[in-house]
């Protein structure tokens, strides 16, 4: 099949993580003689950098043409004093709005030779295996007014549409139906209203699911059940800020930040896949990064938007082996086992393949 992929490496160690990804891909295109293309644009602070924007409309338009995106991440202290139009988290809603990628699904699956590099007991996270259904487009990230007002003080705007909410929670309905069939739905509703609608439209939906259990918990008590009982969880679907902020905290449970993939789906159009971390720019240019989360949102790009389950299955399969074999990046701190660099890893992942 012939297939063309965007590239958007961004900043930080973006552009480590997005070349050993591109390594990967072009061994399954040779392994399953497929034809993969690739195309590098920019995005965030090094397009802020070179062309005065984070989010060039050359790019917008790039990716609107390919068959799917890969992205490393955005961001670093070079720009944090930069106005709030030229940041480049703004890079990164701005392509999520432009594709309107509205639901970020994170799979967090522990490998049980890196149960010791989380710093959780073994006994609670052995088994765990559990996938984050995120809202993408709308809630307290988007919402308008968003500002500093005159005399000091500041105002941001939750807002959802109810079309926002049906959408993500059919699409978290349909992933339970081919996971486990149970899902958890997570919000704040005692509080807040736009959560007492998403709790409604999930009663209203789940009709149409019979097949799936699904339970409510208000984010508060998911948080602390997260890392306490986290193989309670099958399919967690929940709001923007909601989701930012738990998969992050279920990252825990794989050892690393670095582990963690995710895919961004829109209804009909292109995906965008990229790692749950961010540009880690304490580590940017050493070479030391952990490609695997980037590495493994390549494998979910096969999968969701080229329908290529076996190719998709042999990347996982080569990375647990090689992290299996008892070789880790130095982010995952595991006892015993051997440290290797950015480069070291992905060869013995593409030797596996
Ligand atoms: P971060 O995820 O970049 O880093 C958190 C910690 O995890 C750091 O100690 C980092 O070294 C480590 N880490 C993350 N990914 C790693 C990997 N692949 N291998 C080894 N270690 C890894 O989050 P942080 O520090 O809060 O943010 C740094 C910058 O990234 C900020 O400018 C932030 O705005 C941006 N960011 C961008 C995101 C994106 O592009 N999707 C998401 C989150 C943050
Ligand atoms: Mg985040």
Redesign the pocket.
């Known amino acids: 099949m012939t297939k063309h992929i965007v590239l958007l490496p961004?900043d930080?160690?973006g552009p480590e993580?997005i070349d050993a990804t591109q390594q990967v891909l072009e061994t399954i295109a040779k392994q399953f003689k497929h034809d993969f293309t690739c195309e590098t644009q920019l995005i965030?602070g090094s397009a802020i950098d070179s062309v005065g924007t984070p989010l060039p409309d050359q790019t917008v338009e790039a990716c609107k043409q390919a068959d799917a995106v890969l992205?490393g991440?955005?961001?670093?202290?070079k720009w944090?004093q930069y106005p709030s139009h030229l940041r480049?988290?703004r890079g990164?809603l701005g392509i999520r709005k432009a594709l309107d990628l509205f639901a970020n699904l994170r799979p967090v699956k522990g490998f049980d030779s890196l149960l010791n590099a989380s710093p959780l007991k073994q006994e609670i996270i052995q088994g765990s295996d559990l996938i984050i259904v995120r809202e993408l487009t709308g809630g307290l990230y988007f919402g308008t007014p968003s500002e500093r007002l005159a005399n000091g003080d500041v105002v941001d705007t939750l807002a959802y549409q109810r079309y926002e909410i049906e959408r993500i929670i059919d699409k978290a309905f349909q992933t339970a139906q081919i996971r486990k069939k149970k899902l958890t739905s997570v919000d704040k509703a005692n509080v807040l209203e736009s959560s007492k609608l998403w709790r409604e439209i999930v009663e209203e939906k789940k009709t149409n699911y019979p097949d799936v259990v699904v339970n409510h918990e208000l984010v508060d008590a998911c948080a602390m059940k997260l890392i306490t009982n986290p193989t309670s969880f099958d399919v967690i679907v929940t709001e923007n800020m909601f989701g930012d902020i738990l998969s992050d905290e279920a990252s825990v449970l794989t050892g690393?930040?670095?582990m963690l993939p995710s895919a961004s789906l829109a209804e009909n159009g292109v995906g965008l896949y990229?790692?749950a971390?961010?540009?880690?720019?304490?580590?940017a240019g050493k070479g030391?990064?952990?490609?695997i989360?980037t590495i493994l949102s390549a494998a979910m790009l096969l999968r969701y938007s080229f329908q290529m389950e076996n190719e998709a299955e042999a990347i996982e399969k080569a990375v647990e082996k090689t992290i299996e074999s008892g070789y880790h990046?130095?982010?995952l701190h595991v006892n015993g086992g051997k440290q290797v660099n950015t480069k070291e890893i992905t060869k013995m992942i593409i030797k596996q393949i």
Request: charged share 15%; hydrophobic share 35%.
């Open positions: 961004g930080g160690i993580i965030g992205l991440a955005v961001g670093g202290p944090d480049p988290e990164l690393s930040l670095g990229e790692p971390h961010g540009s880690a720019p304490d580590i030391i990064a952990n490609p989360a990046t130095a982010d």
